[in-house]
């Protein structure tokens, strides 16, 4: 069964980099997109963006200028950097896989999120 | 983006009741509709895919419905671990967007 594991820290200040890391275990991270969320607190769930195993990557085009995800298959690792941050970049953070059987953003995968507060 | 709707927002119900809520987007999106259940401080679960299709492993009280742009999820005896939030989203174009959720509870 596949599992995702996000790590990074969890206090990030104003105009700086935020920078998450997400580890796969249970299976190969090839052939699958690998996709961030965030959920500000009390708010609904925000698409960030995905990279596929190839390394091509979407962004959400309300973060895009912002926004980097990567890979490295060598670790199962993929990664998130958002930089220039504010007060409204914070929420929990949740790395994903898609469940391509379902299609396109069908999210069958889900890490258990982790909160990154932005504070100076 | 395509905006996408709930209602309500949130509803009482008791232990055997059927639920519906609804979700509408904002423009057609033919069957590209995914249902989530979130409980508090859990990452969100796959209910539903393709508007009406059970993701493995979830129960039968559980279904959807529904095409274009008006779309339902169905909890046909409500039990006690289905208190929870519900997401609606489309997966008919980028980006993938959300509903508001719609937070169901113990009357």
């Known amino acids: 069964q596949v599992q995702l594991q996000e790590s990074g820290p969890g206090l990030v200040k104003p105009s700086e980099t935020l920078s998450l890391n997400c580890t796969v275990s249970?299976?190969?991270?090839?052939?699958?997109?690998w996709t961030w969320f965030r959920q500000p607190p009390g708010k609904g769930l925000e698409w960030i963006g995905y990279?596929?195993?190839?390394?091509?990557?979407n962004y959400n085009p309300s973060l895009k200028s912002r926004v980097t995800i990567y890979i490295d298959t060598s670790k199962n690792q993929f990664s998130l950097k958002l930089n220039s941050v504010t007060a409204a970049d914070t929420a929990v953070y949740y790395c994903?896989?898609?469940?391509?059987?379902?299609?396109?953003?069908?999210?069958?995968?889900w890490g258990q999120g982790t909160l990154v507060t932005v504070s100076s | 983006d395509i905006q996408m709707t709930q209602s309500p927002s949130s509803l009482s119900a008791s232990i055997g009741d059927r639920v519906t809520i609804t979700c509408r987007a904002g423009q057609r999106i033919s069957t590209y509709l995914n249902w989530y259940q979130q409980k508090p401080g859990k990452a969100p679960k796959l209910l539903i895919y393709?508007?009406?299709n059970l993701h493995n492993g979830v129960p039968s009280r559980f279904s959807g419905s529904g095409s274009g742009t008006d779309f339902t999820l169905t909890i046909s005896s409500l039990q006690p671990e289905d208190f929870a939030i519900y997401y609606c989203?489309?997966?008919?174009?980028?980006?993938?967007?959300f509903g508001p959720g719609t937070k169901v509870d113990i009357k």
């Open positions: 249970g299976g190969s991270i090839s052939g699958y997109y």
């Open positions: 989203q489309q997966s008919y174009s980028t980006p993938p967007t």
């Open positions: 994903a896989r898609d469940s391509p059987d379902y299609g396109d953003y069908v999210i069958g995968y």
């Open positions: 393709y508007a009406s």
């Open positions: 990279v596929y195993y190839t390394g091509n990557t």
